[in-house]
């Protein structure tokens, strides 16, 4: 064997090993169920104590200026309760997502769930409704909730809420690092979504244009008796972190999902906006 193929061989065997090693990777992430420790125990713990003290004085939950309310395309506002929809619209089963870009037991909980939120989607058996908090401007300062939040509905306007929303959270700066309080952060972040740095999108994020809309979105989650985030509900049943005495998991949320649509045809509308 020359030289040249002998390294060859070598360059190809460790390529192997290392994609071998990010398949492996991916694979018990995807297996890991969903088990929500004693420490983010301790954190939604927290958010439901400060919480309730933020919704008295959350000084970032909307826009520096008042402007007046501008829903993103497409979005519902469904008993006062503004929202971002997926899914086909006649989906026979609802999961109601309140989520804040910056909160970690969201992204923890977006992260592990993804595949499987939109598989059920595809099928048409689940919609979800995604509902922007931005409780932890409140609880620790900062605008990176509210500008994340925004920059979401801005991708909603063009068509690309879910890639952006996924980016979010799987680029999620930690807690205290208000990263998502730059707009040129949400912008570079959305050349990862293939068709959405447009002008358009930039101008929507640098103007701030539905900043009223998720203050609205936040004081719905404040009045709505919501623990913390996420506060997960599926066909208004509080899921997060448990169903009565079962965890949540990719599996348990396929079962519930399944139970509740027994003899209910899946959706087949033109899927939501997004």
Excluded at 70 to 97: C, H, Q
Excluded at 101 to 116: H, I, K, S
Excluded at 216 to 227: D, I, L, T, V, Y
């Amino acid at each position: 064997m020359s030289e040249k193929n002998r390294g060859d061989g070598n360059r190809s065997a460790r390529e192997r090993l290392q994609q071998q090693r990010e398949r492996d990777k991916a694979r018990e992430k995807q297996r890991r169920v969903l088990i929500v420790s004693a420490a983010v125990v301790g954190v939604l713990g927290l958010a439901a104590v400060v919480g309730v003290i933020a919704a008295g004085g959350d000084k970032n939950s909307g826009s520096d200026k008042a402007g007046p309310v501008v829903a993103p395309t497409a979005a519902t506002d469904e008993d006062g309760k503004p929202a971002i929809p997926t899914g086909k619209a006649d989906a026979p089963s609802t999961l109601a997502v309140w989520e804040d870009f910056r909160c970690p037991a969201c992204a923890q909980f977006e992260n592990v769930m993804r595949d499987t939120v939109h598989e059920l989607e595809a099928s048409g058996a689940l919609k979800v409704d995604y509902h922007l908090a931005t409780l932890i401007d409140g609880n620790m300062g900062g605008s990176g909730s509210l500008r994340a939040a925004n920059a979401a509905a801005c991708a909603q306007d063009a068509g690309k809420f879910t890639a952006y929303h996924d980016t979010l959270y799987i680029n999620q700066p930690p807690e205290t690092d208000d990263a998502y309080g730059k707009n040129a952060k949400l912008i570079e972040l959305a050349a990862k979504v293939p068709g959405l740095d447009t002008p358009a999108f930039r101008s929507c994020v640098n103007d701030g244009t539905h900043d009223s809309w998720v203050k609205k979105s936040n004081e719905a989650f404040q009045n709505g008796g919501f623990r913390g985030t996420p506060s997960v509900l599926l066909n208004g049943e509080s899921i997060f972190p448990t169903k009565g005495n079962e965890q949540i998991s990719p599996a348990n949320l396929k079962k519930w999902v399944a139970e509740a649509n027994k003899g209910k045809k899946p959706g087949t509308a033109s899927p939501s906006a997004g």
